[in-house]
């Protein structure tokens, strides 16, 4: 078992260990006490050892070294840890497309490893999603269907979902690397304590050990390391959307629903949904857009963003953009892609004015089509891109818009 305890002649009671905590399990209690200096303070920390899940924050935290941790190594018997989960994320009860791409990537793995390919669904009045799930490529479909998990909130989620991963003990857990699914993950692996791979842009297994290869990129970018949680399980990981393909779906696959009951009395629930914006500033979804047009610092100014608009709305696409021109302000952050904007594999991706440093190709690389409009023929854009067309993107985006108006019979 792990240990924790105050070292009272050294604790000054100056409570940094409470805002350290994120599991609200130290206080402060009057008790006057003499330190090891000699000198006398009123109050001590205490810690819930019910709340306490030994992650060490306060140790860190505390500058008089007051705080001692003894951490229990943790055994798995692997034997006992069996099939593939696929957090099935939905937001009022619509699938985040990123689940149907995990669960063909689940499925892929699971045939490797010789096991199931499971989803997790949670929510309430969401029972009758499982059947989807299923359609796509679940072999089970484990659902949690309660009043409290109407709306999204970290801790009634991440409370359920850590409480199916220590009955059924899945293997291996993966979740869309979506607003979501980032910070809830990290929470629910903190819980289980085990690792989890933020981000991945590859998966894959080592048969022998049955270690989940997880890849993503390091370093800014500049390199791909595989990252491995060889000692602990469930091995968990994100990936963004997109970066794998959905199977088709298929009405007449079969699969089995598992409903369980979860008792949330005893969650503490410190944060409270308010109201749902639905963001209605972007014409079209950037995830999801078939046909993207993304500027670049090339434009030169936020003015720039009209020209493509234009162009986009002409091929019923959306507007993207690099980093340089969202950090200028020309553009919100929304539009962004790349290592820390979203993801895209659109079928034609237009770049005007983009360098193609390696953090935006991280974000497009895999669009079907590649089209990089720039003056300078030796950008990685250009060496990347199908058709490069070099020159002055304010000359060649009007001549397109020109020619794309003279196809659709538009004056
Ligand atoms: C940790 C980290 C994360 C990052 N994440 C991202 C990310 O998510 N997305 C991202 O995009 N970047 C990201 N970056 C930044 C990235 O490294 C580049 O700085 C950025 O992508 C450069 O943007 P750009 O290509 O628009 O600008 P530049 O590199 O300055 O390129 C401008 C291009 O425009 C061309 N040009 C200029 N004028 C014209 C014209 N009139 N017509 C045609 N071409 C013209 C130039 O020849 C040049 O190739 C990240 C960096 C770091 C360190």
């Not at 000198?39 to 140790?59: E, H, M, P, S």
């Not at 989803?119 to 299923?134: D, F, T, Y």
């Not at 019923?316 to 020309?330: L, N």
Request: charged share 25%; with cysteine.
């Amino acid at each position: 078992m792990s240990r924790i305890e105050i070292i009272i002649n050294k604790c000054t009671g100056c409570g940094v260990c409470i805002k350290s905590c994120p599991y609200g399990a130290i206080t402060l209690v009057d008790s006057p006490h003499t330190l090891e200096s000699g000198r006398t303070v009123k109050q001590v920390a205490v810690i819930d050892l019910n709340k306490c899940t030994y992650c060490g924050a306060c140790v860190e935290a505390c500058r008089y070294k007051a705080i001692l941790l003894q951490k229990e190594e943790v055994y798995y018997d692997f034997k006992d840890y069996k099939n593939i989960w696929i957090y099935a994320e939905q937001r009022r009860s619509e699938i985040a497309p990123v689940v149907f791409e995990l669960i063909a990537k689940g499925k892929e793995l699971a045939e490797k490893l010789n096991c199931k390919v499971c989803s997790v669904l949670l929510g309430n009045k969401i029972k009758s999603l499982a059947n989807e799930l299923i359609y796509y490529g679940s072999d089970v479909v484990y659902v949690v269907d309660d009043p409290v998990l109407e709306e999204f909130l970290d801790e009634p989620y991440a409370e359920v979902l850590a409480w199916l991963i220590k009955e059924e003990k899945p293997e291996i857990l993966l979740m869309g690397a979506t607003n979501i699914g980032r910070s809830f993950a990290s929470r629910v692996a903190a819980k289980v304590r085990t690792g989890l791979t933020a981000d991945c842009t590859g998966l894959d297994v080592d048969l022998e050990t049955r270690n989940l290869l997880q890849t993503r990129p390091a370093f800014g970018g500049n390199i791909m390391a595989t990252i491995l949680t060889p000692k602990h399980r469930p091995q968990m990981a994100t990936v963004r959307h997109k970066v794998f393909k959905a199977l088709p779906k298929d009405t007449t696959r079969r699969g089995e629903i598992i409903e369980k009951h979860f008792d949330f009395s005893k969650v503490k629930i410190r944060t409270k949904f308010l109201e749902f914006i639905k963001d209605t500033t972007a014409k079209v979804n950037l995830a999801e857009a078939d046909i993207i047009v993304s500027g670049g610092r090339g434009l030169g100014g936020p003015e720039g963003f009209k020209l493509l608009e234009e162009l986009a709305d002409l091929l019923g696409g959306a507007v993207g953009a690099s980093r340089a021109a969202v950090d200028a302000g020309w553009i919100p952050y929304s539009h962004q892609v790349g290592q820390t904007g979203r993801t895209v594999a659109p079928k034609l991706y237009i770049a005007c004015g983009i360098s193609g440093q390696i953090q935006h190709l991280v974000g497009m690389s895999s669009s079907e089509v590649i089209v990089a409009i720039n003056k300078d023929p030796e950008a990685p854009m250009m060496k990347i891109a199908t058709y490069s067309i070099e020159g002055d993107l304010y000359e060649i985006v009007p001549e397109i818009i020109k020619a794309v108006k003279a196809y659709k019979g538009i004056n």
